[in-house]
């Protein structure tokens, strides 16, 4: 590391870090107090904004503003362009040499300064980084065809001065699979490798537990193999623990493809798709599962649920949404086909719906400056998410959601995807309404006693508008008082 990077090493203890909230694991804390962690942003890898005339300090500020508190960071080199993807226009972590080729002996001090910068923003304003160490767009593509990641990336043998094709096990020229040889390094004991990605991972965790915000997610989008995973997540937390630090590590399982809930069989573990973060807390110490956010409606809903009582019975930990996608793409559906376009409604609904769901972070999808297939990626940062953000942020605070559960058993004269609930039994209850149905339904109040507190919060507007006292016992009737999106807290005084 750097002088620079040692001079702001343990800025504060470890007990202050980000870690699992004591008192209730399915939720984070940080500087000892639990917290709910919701953000937005433009881009996936915000390191490379720093030092753009404070385009990254300008970004984060916006998200600070408005109430949020979490970002994706990608260890990646993937510009977004009008023009597509560019994997050319970026620096990577290693020394360019006169030639165009990379050494990887040596490092791109400018790429690592970004790196910090970014590091020490987030840091300075209380933003959660989730950084992903590898991302496979990154690596995939054709050796030698233009217009892809792994034709420009530095591990490609034609790019560095290191290794030729001969003298790995794992890569071979021509075209690769999305997870291939140069991932499997672990696995194959490509020494040749597999040394310089752990001196790369080596130096990504280092600058990273100079701080005591961030988060590891091993990958994006891949589907790791469990021996990878394991070895990765290994390292990394074997490095934290040599620097008295604790990390905690994530894989990236894709939860899409087949369905979580066909079955109440518990021979579902033998799906890889969710048998690696949830049965092996050993492995990983938190799980994420962006991509159920494809879903929409009741399903992205229940599969939440769902995923979120597997998780309890082998150890309550944070359940992460690092993606809230704009468009829909229903589980068992073809990426390339079966994606539809929703309503601005029913893609910010899924922010609201994970909330209800238990979920321990939510962050709003890039918006790109082009639409693959048409469709719309995300809200990103833009006004639409900072609303939301803003509402999500009032409520949550207000409701005190680390005490609560999703509660869908309470509610009655429901329709499909009318309204969701979350409770604390006997202290607090919470609905929100995503504008569909007749926006009216019942509450099942029947273990609250005396009279409960009914303050109604007008999404669209950020703002609390309806209060009256409810009779707690029974079944109490609530109507959203107008059209749109509403959330209703009830509680003890």
Not at 176 to 181: C, D
Not at 327 to 353: L, Q
Request: charge should be neutral; proline fraction near 5%.
């Amino acid at each position: 590391m750097t002088d620079a990077t040692q001079q702001v090493i343990h800025v504060r203890g470890p007990a202050e870090a980000i870690r699992p909230y004591a008192a209730n694991p399915m939720y984070w804390q940080y500087k000892g107090k639990p917290v709910l962690l919701l953000g937005g942003s433009d881009r996936d890898n915000l390191f490379h904004w720093a030092g753009e005339d404070g385009r990254l300090a300008a970004h984060l500020d916006t998200l600070r503003a408005c109430g949020g508190n979490y970002v994706r960071c990608t260890i990646s080199s993937r510009e977004y362009t009008p023009d597509g993807y560019r994997w050319d226009v970026l620096p990577y972590p290693f020394k360019r040499l006169d030639d165009g080729r990379y050494d990887l002996d040596q490092w791109d001090e400018a790429y690592w300064g970004r790196l910090r910068s970014f590091l020490a923003a987030t840091h300075t304003r209380g933003i959660i980084a989730q950084v992903e160490v590898w991302d496979m767009w990154n690596e995939a593509g054709h050796s030698d065809q233009p217009g892809n990641g792994w034709y420009c990336s530095p591990w490609n043998p034609n790019n560095n001065v290191n290794y030729a094709w001969s003298d790995t096990l794992s890569l071979k020229p021509g075209r690769t699979a999305f997870y291939n040889g140069f991932h499997h390094a672990p696995v194959s004991q490509d020494r040749v490798l597999l040394a310089r990605q752990c001196r790369f991972v080596g130096r990504l965790v280092d600058e990273c537990l100079a701080y005591d915000h961030v988060l590891f997610q091993l990958d994006n989008e891949s589907g790791i193999d469990f021996a990878v995973g394991r070895y990765w997540a290994t390292f990394i937390r074997d490095r934290a623990r040599a620097q008295g630090r604790a990390a905690y590590v994530c894989d990236s399982r894709r939860f899409h493809q087949p369905a979580p809930c066909v079955t109440t069989e518990f021979r579902d573990w033998h799906n890889p798709e969710i048998q690696v973060p949830v049965a092996n807390p050993d492995v990983y110490t938190f799980c994420d599962i962006s991509q159920n956010n494809g879903n929409g409606g009741q399903a992205q809903y229940d599969n939440l649920v769902w995923y979120r009582a597997r998780v309890l019975e082998h150890g309550a930990r944070p359940i992460n949404h690092t993606k809230c996608y704009h468009f829909n793409w229903p589980t068992g559906a073809d990426f390339g086909s079966g994606r539809v376009s929703p309503s601005d409604a029913e893609a910010s609904a899924k922010m609201w719906r994970a909330i209800f769901g238990g979920a321990a972070s939510i962050r709003f999808h890039r918006h790109t400056p082009f639409s693959p297939a048409g469709l719309r990626e995300g809200f990103g940062l833009g006004t639409t998410a900072q609303t939301h953000i803003r509402s999500a942020r009032l409520f949550t605070d207000a409701a005190c959601v680390f005490g609560m559960a999703p509660a869908p058993a309470r509610l009655t004269a429901r329709e499909e995807n009318e309204a969701y609930a979350m409770a604390a039994p006997g202290e607090r209850y919470a609905v929100f309404f995503t504008g569909e149905g007749d926006r009216a339904v019942e509450l099942d109040l029947q273990d609250a006693c005396g009279v409960l507190r009914e303050r109604w919060l007008n999404i669209g507007a950020s703002r609390w508008e309806a209060e009256r006292a409810a009779e707690a016992g029974g079944r109490h009737k609530l109507t959203a008082p107008g059209p749109g999106q509403w959330a209703v807290l009830l509680q003890r005084d």
